[in-house]
């Protein structure tokens, strides 16, 4: 396909096509001719990831270069997968306490996990413990395990997800394929538990209507 059609289908305005081609956040096309190039299948994906990363996920384009180089480092699906993903986890600004560290390295502990419980993950979760923390909203350690057991359902619908729409995807395709829905399901999640929270208390508290 030309640019303008890589354009229309990635929804990419050609103008940004042209400046993440000049970052080499999108590979060049096959050239033909002087000032001409021909795009594939493996472009739209790629111009629909860097998308979702900017515009949906927030992240400057030093962030985007690496989740694509921790995609394209590993050989291993399984690997490439979670090395992008270590991406989406923000870097805190200030280390975690040991007390939240330890929470955390005790939730992986319990034989369900096989994290590492010093990764960007863990420690991300660990900073969000103290936030919670110093706002004088502490979650208790049953309901992070309640947490935990819930999250994993999606994770595995996601995964099971992947598999069933095309078994013969490549490392790239299926990493796109997770990064995105990554990134694009979260305020899914997000906006469910909110509304789950509304039909609770309309149910339980006094005055509901």
Known sequence: ??????????????????????????????????????????????????????ETAGMGLEQVRRVLAAMEAETDLALAIGSAHLELSPAPHDAPSDHSRARVAALLAGGEWVNEPHGRHATALASALDALDAAGQPLADEVLATYARAVRAPAEADLAHLVADDPTLDREAATTYAVLGTVLTDPVLLTLRRMAHEDLARRRLPGSS
């Not at 229309?8 to 940004?16: D, F, M, N």
């Not at 080499?24 to 990831?49: I, K, M, Q, S």
């Open 1 to 54: 396909m030309w640019m303008s059609e890589l354009s229309s289908r990635s929804g990419v305005p050609v103008a940004t096509v042209k400046f993440y081609l000049r970052e080499r956040l999108l590979p060049p096309g096959e050239a033909v001719g002087a000032t001409r190039a021909r795009y594939g299948e493996a472009h739209v994906r790629r111009l629909r990831l860097v998308r979702a990363l900017v």
